[in-house]
């Protein structure tokens, strides 16, 4: 699947990046944009989007970390992840303040399921799945 870079959220007149629209949690009709961030571990999105889907998450993990020089505080679950016909499982942290317009994709969460190519250059980003070395 190859797509053409776009502007971040509230980044108006931005530099085009890595952007992905990703359902989450089974539900095919909504998608949050994510910026494929490489330098991330994990998967992190805004709480507000758990609440959008009615995402229960008083069962997850509890942390504080930082996330682009905020720290929040975290709830990270397992959760049905898709793009486009591509779907995976991963945990996704659900992050409060979340002060970003967008979410990020990390190595852990997406990268580790796909191979990614990037194309600064034309401005697009191509992802099949991969699903590690073969046996």
Known sequence: MRLPFRELPDDAGG???PVLGVCLGGDEHVRFDCLLDTG???NRFGSWVAQVLGIES???Q???L???GVVVDAVTVPL???VGEFTWQAPVSFCDPWPFGFNLLGQEGFFRFFRVT???ARYTV????DRGPVA
Do not use: D, K, M, Y
């Open 126 to 129: 191509e992802i099949e799945p």
């Open 40 to 42: 991330a571990v994990h």
């Open 15 to 17: 530099t085009p990046r």
């Open 118 to 120: 990037l194309a600064a």
């Open 58 to 60: 008083e069962e997850g």
């Open 62 to 64: 509890r942390q504080r």
């Open 66 to 68: 930082a996330v682009g």
């Open 80 to 82: 049905r992840l898709s």
